[in-house]
């Protein structure tokens, strides 16, 4: 059962780890679900089996690109119930790195997470502190976000951005009584990983990966990285200098 957390907010929860989170919270205590994603059928059916746990399900069509849009869902959410938790979930892959896609990346990996925490700041700064379990945010970036990967540029630039801004936001908003983890998961079963073509070591299915967040989040833990060899040794490439990992990564198995 949840402790700390009962009206919460998660973005891209149509699939991959957002779903998977929402049945998570749904299973373990939550109220309030408020739900977000593109697509209608996927949205559904998640509402449809959260709704089976006794959570009641908010779902939203919504692109997290679109800056008015997004504030203006998070302030209504908040006027339903008072938000604990909100989960900056929604991404997107690259794919073939070209001009659009690259900006898709962006917009929507970096800008789609901006848009999502920044009107959630505003409405924990509003809330008298005395009334609230718990103010947090989690923004969800990956493994990829460690180091610049010649596999995928565009994402694992994007990831690193949000990535390095939650982690600068903990301490800011601490202040504020606003915790703040950042999640960067390994490979875990999306429709992400599903478009993958390259090896995927250590590889999660989304229940699990949703469980290790949650329980992390729940605990307040800033940085939450997962499976640990599949960090350590992201992080170990990261700290490499740049030619031994450039020969590392050369002889490293490609996307086809």
């Given at each position: 059962?949840?402790t700390?957390?009962?009206?919460?907010?998660?973005?891209?929860?149509?699939?991959?780890?957002?779903?998977?989170?929402?049945?998570?919270?749904?299973?373990?205590?939550?109220?309030?679900?408020?739900?977000?994603?593109r697509?209608?059928?996927?949205?559904?059916?998640?509402?449809?089996?959260?709704?089976?746990?006794?959570?009641?399900?908010?779902?939203?069509?919504?692109?997290?690109?679109?800056?008015?849009?997004?504030?203006?869902?998070?302030?209504?959410?908040?006027?339903?119930?008072?938000?604990?938790?909100?989960?900056?979930?929604?991404?997107?892959a690259?794919?073939?790195?070209?001009?659009?896609?690259?900006?898709?990346?962006?917009?929507?990996?970096?800008?789609?997470?901006?848009?999502?925490?920044?009107?959630?700041?505003?409405?924990?700064?509003?809330?008298?502190?005395?009334?609230?379990?718990?103010?947090?945010?989690?923004?969800?970036?990956?493994?990829?976000?460690?180091?610049?990967?010649?596999?995928?540029?565009?994402?694992?630039?994007?990831?690193?951005?949000v990535?390095?801004?939650?982690?600068?936001?903990?301490?800011?908003?601490?202040?504020?009584?606003?915790?703040?983890?950042?999640?960067?998961?390994?490979?875990?079963?999306?429709?992400?990983?599903?478009?993958?073509?390259?090896?995927?070591?250590?590889?999660?299915?989304?229940?699990?990966?949703?469980?290790?967040?949650?329980?992390?989040i729940?605990?307040?833990?800033?940085?939450i990285?997962?499976?640990?060899?599949?960090?350590?040794?992201?992080?170990?490439?990261?700290?490499?200098?740049?030619?031994?990992?450039?020969?590392?990564?050369?002889?490293?198995?490609?996307?086809?």
């Open positions: 059962m949840l700390n957390a009962e009206n919460i907010l998660i973005t891209g929860a149509s699939s991959g780890i957002g779903r998977a989170l929402a049945i998570y919270y749904a299973q373990n205590g939550a109220k309030n679900l408020f739900i977000c994603g697509n209608f059928e996927r949205l559904s059916a998640v509402q449809n089996e959260c709704t089976t746990y006794g959570a009641s399900v908010y779902p939203c069509i919504l692109d997290v690109t679109d800056r008015q849009a997004v504030k203006e869902w998070i302030f209504n959410c908040e006027q339903v119930a008072p938000l604990n938790l909100v989960i900056a979930n929604a991404g997107v690259t794919l073939q790195e070209t001009p659009e896609h690259i900006y898709n990346t962006f917009e929507t990996n970096i800008f789609g997470v901006v848009n999502t925490v920044l009107p959630s700041i505003e409405v924990y700064r509003q809330r008298d502190n005395k009334a609230d379990k718990r103010k947090a945010i989690a923004i969800i970036s990956s493994i990829a976000g460690y180091h610049g990967m010649p596999s995928c540029p565009s994402y694992s630039a994007s990831k690193a951005c990535k390095a801004w939650g982690e600068g936001l903990r301490g800011d908003l601490k202040g504020d009584k606003i915790k703040v983890s950042v999640v960067c998961p390994g490979f875990v079963r999306s429709g992400i990983t599903d478009k993958n073509t390259c090896p995927m070591p250590f590889f999660l299915e989304s229940d699990k990966a949703a469980a290790i967040i949650a329980q992390r729940d605990k307040n833990v800033g940085l990285a997962f499976p640990w060899p599949t960090r350590f040794f992201a992080w170990f490439g990261s700290i490499l200098p740049n030619r031994i990992s450039q020969f590392v990564y050369d002889r490293l198995p490609h996307k086809v």
